[in-house]
T-cell receptor
Framework: NAGVTQTPKFQVLKTGQSMTLQCAQDMNHEYMSWYRQDPGMGLRLIHYSVGAGITDQGEVPNGYNVSRSTTEDFPLRLLSAAPSQTSVYFC????????????FGPGTRLLVL | GQSLEQPSEVTAVEGAIVQINCTYQTSGFYGLSWYQQHDGGAPTFLSYNALDGLEETGRFSSFLSRSDSYGYLLLQELQMKDSASYFCAVPDRGYNKLIFGAGTRLAVHP
C-alpha cells in the first residue's frame, strides 16, 4: 500500500492564482482531512470528509474548497491564492472511531508570492 | 468546541525521562491521542487513551486523567532521535474530525 499520497511536494504561486492540491489514499478509509501547518504552530483543520459526497468545514476553511467524488481522492482547491496561505498542507485519512490511527501524507509546501 | 494546551518547548538530555503535558477543554470527551512529527516530516501516531491510567508502548507511555481533563506523554531513555514535535489531539463528537494542540517541541541534548 502506498498509504496517503500528495502532489505536488512543492509549489510556488503568485497572488491571485488558483491551484488544486491532490490527495489520494489506498486504504479504503472513510474519513479524510486537510490540515495546514504554519511555522511553530500546530495542525489546523481546513476541511474534512466522512465519505464520498460528504464534506464539511474545519477550523480555517476560508479561501479553500474541497470535493469528495470517490473514496480514494480528496483534492483541496485554492480559489485565489493569498500570501497568508503560504504554509505546509497535510492530507490525512483514517477509519471511523475515536482511537483510530490517522495517517498523514508527506505534505505539500506552498509559497504564495 | 475543543481546545488543547501544551507547553511550546521542552529540553532534556540523552538517557533522561521527559513528560509532555496536555490539558484539554471539550464539549464531550472521546479520547486523547499523541502524534510525533520530525522536522520536515509528517505526523505519525504514537498512542491513544480512552480510559484513565497509563498505557505503555516501549519507551513511550501515555497517561490520562479524565476528571482533571489532563494527559501526558512520558518518554524514557531519551535518544537524540526523539528530538521532534509532539502533538496531543482529540476527536470531536461522532469522531468526524481530529483537533490538534499547538505542539511541544522536544530538544534532546547529548
Amino acid at each position: 500500500n502506498a498509504g496517503v499520497t500528495q502532489t505536488p511536494k512543492f509549489q510556488v504561486l503568485k497572488t491571485g492564482q488558483s491551484m488544486t492540491l491532490q490527495c489520494a489514499q489506498d486504504m479504503n478509509h472513510e474519513y479524510m482531512s486537510w490540515y495546514r501547518q504554519d511555522p511553530g504552530m500546530g495542525l489546523r483543520l481546513i476541511h474534512y470528509s466522512v465519505g464520498a459526497g460528504i464534506t464539511d468545514q474545519g477550523e480555517v476553511p476560508n479561501g479553500y474548497n474541497v470535493s469528495r467524488s470517490t473514496t480514494e481522492d480528496f483534492p483541496l482547491r485554492l480559489l485565489s491564492a493569498a500570501p497568508s496561505q503560504t504554509s505546509v498542507y497535510f492530507c490525512a485519512s483514517r477509519t471511523q472511531g475515536a482511537g483510530e490511527t490517522q495517517y498523514f501524507g508527506p505534505g505539500t509546501r506552498l509559497l504564495v508570492l | 468546541g475543543q481546545s488543547l494546551e501544551q507547553p511550546s518547548e521542552v529540553t532534556a538530555v540523552e538517557g533522561a525521562i521527559v513528560q509532555i503535558n496536555c490539558t484539554y477543554q471539550t464539549s464531550g470527551f472521546y479520547g486523547l491521542s499523541w502524534y510525533q512529527q520530525h522536522d520536515g516530516g509528517a505526523p505519525t501516531f504514537l498512542s491513544y487513551n480512552a480510559l484513565d491510567g497509563l498505557e505503555e508502548t516501549g519507551r513511550f507511555s501515555s497517561f490520562l486523567s479524565r476528571s482533571d481533563s489532563y494527559g501526558y506523554l512520558l518518554l524514557q531513555e531519551l535518544q537524540m532521535k526523539d528530538s521532534a514535535s509532539y502533538f496531543c489531539a482529540v476527536p470531536d463528537r461522532g469522531y468526524n474530525k481530529l483537533i490538534f494542540g499547538a505542539g511541544t517541541r522536544l530538544a534532546v541534548h547529548p
